[in-house]
């Protein structure tokens, strides 16, 4: 039996790589929602807007003290460009996400692809822009009609890490397969294998309820659309899907911990 058990020492290290490592990775903290609230620029007072304004903050604050033209248009094209890169980086998360399913690939490219392609649009409009009014209207687009910040962030990693959740327990699964094979062995063998059988029963469980919390999140996360966010519909099913990925995080952990002591019982 100890010769089964090192053999499997090596895909059960390869796991908790994929657990610590994959199915965990920097979700985007729940965003607090605030009504919308023009500021002396024209972007609206959100905590995403908040942030937004650490990154072009000199822009920000030329744009507060004289709401000029040209300082209104500066905070727009650095709003802007900032996103793109966001986009940019976003876009590299996804294609080098392993765990993602192709459809679930294919989602969140397109929602980065349009959410470039409208925000370069509205760049060239803030570019051409030659009133305070008409400035003011395009900032307040950057923020409400993209949620770059807010939502499409989110909808990336909590996706990936559903995902990444799922291939774990799928990895997991076929541990346990193996593990229930070595106590089949150990009991033909005449050894008693009743404490290994019931960390078995509880790896599988803490797999299964894994698979569980994260069950159609991906799917309800990919729907959603910065108009649902504005409407308040969308933050409720982020933070349902944060709350199911960090408690299927857990369950992996206790599916691993079980097979660590499955893996001792028959030693």
């Known amino acids: 039996m100890r010769r089964y ?6 895909p059960l290290t390869g796991i908790v790589l994929a657990v ?3 199915a965990a990775p920097a979700l ?11 500021s002396p620029a024209g972007a609206p007072g959100q905590a995403e807007e908040l942030n937004a304004r650490r990154h072009c903050v000199r822009e920000w604050r030329a744009a507060k003290a004289e709401p000029t033209v040209e300082h209104l248009r500066a905070v727009g094209l650095c709003e802007i460009d900032r996103r793109l890169v966001t986009i940019q980086r976003l876009e590299g998360l996804v294609d080098g996400a392993r765990a993602l399913t192709e459809a ?3 989602a969140l490219e397109a929602i980065l692809d349009h959410s470039a392609a409208g925000l370069r649009a509205l760049r060239a409009e803030i570019e051409a822009d030659a009133t305070v009014g008409e400035l003011r209207a395009d900032i307040e687009a950057i923020f409400s009609d993209f949620r770059i910040y807010a939502l499409v962030t989110r909808q990336v990693h909590l996706v990936r890490a559903a995902d990444t959740v799922d291939a774990a327990a799928v990895r997991l699964d076929g541990l346990a397969d193996r593990l229930a094979a070595a106590i089949e062995e150990a009991a033909a063998s005449g050894n008693d294998v ?3 059988r019931a960390h078995l029963g509880a790896m599988r469980a803490a797999i299964d309820a894994a698979q569980a919390e994260v069950a159609g999140d991906a799917d309800a996360v990919l729907v959603l659309t910065p108009a649902g966010w504005n409407a308040g519909t969308a933050k409720p099913v982020l933070d349902a899907a ?7 995080r857990a369950d992996l952990k206790t599916a691993l911990a079980e097979a660590r002591a499955v893996r001792a019982a028959l030693r």
């Open 5 to 10: 058990a090192i053999r499997i020492a090596g």
């Open 28 to 38: 985007a903290a729940p965003a607090r929602q605030v009504s919308p609230a023009a």
């Open 20 to 22: 610590v490592i994959g």
């Open 104 to 106: 679930h690939a294919t």
């Open 242 to 248: 944060h709350r199911s990925v960090v408690a299927a």
């Open 194 to 196: 009743t404490e290994a």
